[in-house]
């Protein structure tokens, strides 16, 4: 088993600045990839950041959020600037995952809910 247990989320004003974290533990061989999702009320969950030996940003959060990895503590951060209103989104994070007996899988963590207002 792997599980994804994610911290930093709660309300800040827009301008202000939030860090996620998200820890990965249990049977892991290595990590291909972590990243960063959101979904907020009535919309479809979309892709936020993802780093693997590159980085990924949504066009709606460049120049405002960055994505980092602590490979020795299968850790991932993302640090939000400028936070916006529209940016208030349950963010969960997601590893794509080789396991010891070397199995593939896609873990999600369960979600923390970031708030902006305005």
């Known amino acids: 088993q792997v599980q994804l247990v994610e911290s930093g989320g709660g309300l800040v004003q827009a301008g202000g600045s939030l860090r996620l974290s998200c820890t990965a533990s249990?049977?892991?061989?290595?990590?291909?990839?972590m990243g960063w999702y959101r979904q907020a009320p009535g919309k479809q969950r979309e892709l936020v950041a993802r780093i693997s030996d590159r980085t990924y940003y949504a066009d709606s959060v460049k120049g405002r959020f960055t994505i980092s990895r602590d490979n020795a503590q299968n850790t991932v951060y993302l640090q939000m600037n400028t936070l916006k209103p529209e940016d208030t989104a349950v963010y969960y994070c997601?590893?794509?995952?080789?396991?010891?007996?070397?199995?593939?899988?896609?873990?999600w963590g369960q979600g923390t809910l970031v708030t902006i207002s305005s």
């Open positions: 249990g049977n892991i061989f290595s990590i291909n990839s």
């Open positions: 997601n590893a794509r995952i080789i396991t010891r007996g070397g199995m593939s899988l896609e873990v």
